[in-house]
């Protein structure tokens, strides 16, 4: 399995990105996908989750109203709208793949394929 992260690069406060996730080697309809982030000297934290079976969606606090995570199965890829962006949302941005939903979807070590980061950075 192999996943390809793309779209990340500097924006303004106020302004958006979309971030694209491309997965090989696995049926993506079948597989729930989320997106992380990791900030210099913090944790990788949970950003947004979408469910294989219905498409259900979850989102940290921090991202709730302002990004949305949407996915393109006949694509194989995930995406991640990122607007009203503001320069805490700076960070490198992974996508994650797995075949199963779990109530731990928050939970980066639940996640069984990881993509390489893409950087959002946002200026004030």
């Known amino acids: 399995v192999q996943l390809q992260a793309s779209g990340g690069g500097w924006v303004q406060a106020g302004g958006s990105l979309r971030l694209s996730c491309s997965a090989s080697?696995?049926?993506?309809?079948?597989?729930?996908q989320a997106w992380f982030r990791q900030s210099p000297g913090k944790e990788r934290e949970f950003v947004a989750a979408?469910?294989?079976?219905?498409?259900?969606?979850r989102y940290s606090d921090s991202v709730k109203g302002r990004f949305t995570i949407s996915r393109d199965n006949a694509k194989n890829t995930a995406y991640l709208q990122m607007n009203s962006l503001k320069p805490e949302d700076t960070a490198v941005y992974y996508c994650?793949?797995?075949?199963?939903?779990?109530?731990?979807?928050?939970?980066?070590?639940?996640?069984?394929?990881w993509g390489k980061g893409t950087l959002v950075t946002v200026s004030s």
């Open positions: 994650a793949v797995r075949n199963y939903w779990s109530v731990q979807y928050y939970n980066s070590e639940t996640w069984t394929y």
């Open positions: 080697g696995l049926t993506f309809s079948r597989s729930s």
């Open positions: 979408i469910r294989e079976s219905n498409g259900a969606t």
